[in-house]
């Protein structure tokens, strides 16, 4: 049988004790009848096995068999399939299950972030958690592949923002500045949000209005304010600059402060992005972290193709960190 994993062989470690003192008892029981033993061994082995098995598919420990018809291997149970499914599935919106592969994967790409304390696979799994928390919660949806959203929200706390401004450049449903303002908070900074989104009924990429949102829902600031306050952010510490990122008053509105933290996920295109990082350069603190969402994404070359020319001036304030998933990362001189 293979090794169960870490966090899996901890969970169990009650159940393996309590399962090995009863073993310790039928020994003692039986005394010398070596044959007894023998065969009490063996069934408190089986028991074992159908515990360990029932457990790992987070059913109640003792269904074995003569228990429900896929107790042997409860993920093909349709059941536990359509719970996982409805709980972390791809219905209007992509797909929160966890390839445990990629997540090793993704803790690999944060740790060459600069990761000294080794904490990288555990917020991965805590910004995993968060995410399906805050989307399952919230009306619409997070929007990217699993990877890399939980790769953006895992980063910040090991990349510890200098300061708790937090901007974010495309806010859609607000769902993701839900998670973010959590992130913050695990770095120990306190905070302010500031978002700038047209909040058009549908995302408008350079301009136009893309389709109908896989979630099915128009975009509103009632919603997006409802998902803040879902996700449990305080309405005192926002702000909702509403208009595009290049609308003077808009940037006048947003460019009181410094900020610690800003997210571009606004206009993908490659003027939108350089616009952006123009602006940038201007209201960010010294070491602030700044995300470039959906760099290297094939289905917005415009992200990397304006931030590898920006960088590549090197007049500017904003140096690479790294890259996690399809997200950049770029710090503040
Ligand atoms: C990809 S979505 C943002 C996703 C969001 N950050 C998330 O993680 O769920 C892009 C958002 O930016 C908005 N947008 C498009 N162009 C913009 C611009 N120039 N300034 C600000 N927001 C813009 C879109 O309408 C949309 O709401």
């Known amino acids: 049988m293979a090794k169960p994993p870490l966090l899996l062989r901890q969970a169990l470690r009650p159940v393996l004790r309590a399962l090995d003192s009863r073993i310790d008892r039928r020994i003692r029981h039986t005394g010398g009848e070596r044959g007894r033993t023998v065969a009490e061994l063996r069934r408190a082995v089986e028991e074992l096995r159908a515990e360990v098995s029932a457990l790992r598919s987070g059913g109640a420990p003792g269904v074995g068999p003569g228990g429900p018809p896929n107790a042997a291997d409860p993920a093909a149970d349709p059941v536990v399939r359509?719970?996982?499914?409805?709980?972390?599935?791809?219905?209007?919106?992509?797909?929160?299950?966890?390839?445990?592969?990629?997540?090793?994967?993704?803790?690999?790409?944060?740790?060459?972030?600069?990761?000294?304390?080794?904490?990288?696979?555990?917020?991965?799994?805590?910004?995993?958690?968060?995410l399906v928390e805050v989307?399952?919660?919230?009306?619409?949806?997070?929007?990217?592949?699993?990877?890399?959203?939980?790769?953006?929200?895992?980063?910040?706390?090991?990349?510890?923002?200098?300061?708790?401004?937090?901007?974010?450049?495309?806010?859609?449903?607000?769902?993701?500045?839900?998670?973010?303002?959590?992130q913050v908070l695990r770095s120990g900074n306190d905070y302010r949000l500031t978002l700038v989104d047209p909040v058009a009924p549908r995302q408008l990429q350079g301009g136009r209005e893309l389709r109908e949102d896989a979630s099915g829902v128009p975009i509103t600031e009632a919603l997006v304010r409802s998902n803040l306050a879902l996700a449990g952010v305080d309405p005192d510490r926002t702000r909702l600059c509403r208009g595009l990122s290049g609308d003077p008053e808009v940037r006048t509105a947003a460019s009181d402060r410094s900020y610690g933290l800003i997210v571009v996920d606004g206009d993908h295109t490659a003027e939108g992005v350089a616009a952006d990082l123009e602006w940038v350069e201007t209201i960010t603190a010294p070491g602030a972290v700044v995300v470039l969402d959906d760099y290297g994404a094939r289905q917005w070359p415009g992200v990397q193709e304006a931030t590898d020319r920006h960088l590549k001036r090197g007049d500017g304030r904003l140096e690479w960190v790294g890259r996690v998933a399809t997200s950049a990362f770029l710090r503040a001189r």
């Open 82 to 130: 359509a719970t996982v499914e409805a709980i972390f599935g791809p219905e209007g919106r992509r797909d929160r299950r966890v390839d445990p592969d990629r997540m090793r994967m993704l803790a690999a790409e944060l740790a060459d972030l600069g990761d000294p304390r080794g904490v990288a696979p555990r917020e991965v799994v805590i910004a995993h958690r968060t």
């Open 135 to 182: 989307e399952n919660r919230g009306v619409g949806r997070v929007a990217g592949s699993t990877p890399n959203i939980v790769g953006k929200l895992a980063a910040v706390p090991l990349l510890r923002p200098p300061n708790g401004e937090i901007l974010e450049i495309g806010c859609l449903y607000g769902l993701f500045a839900g998670a973010l303002v959590r």
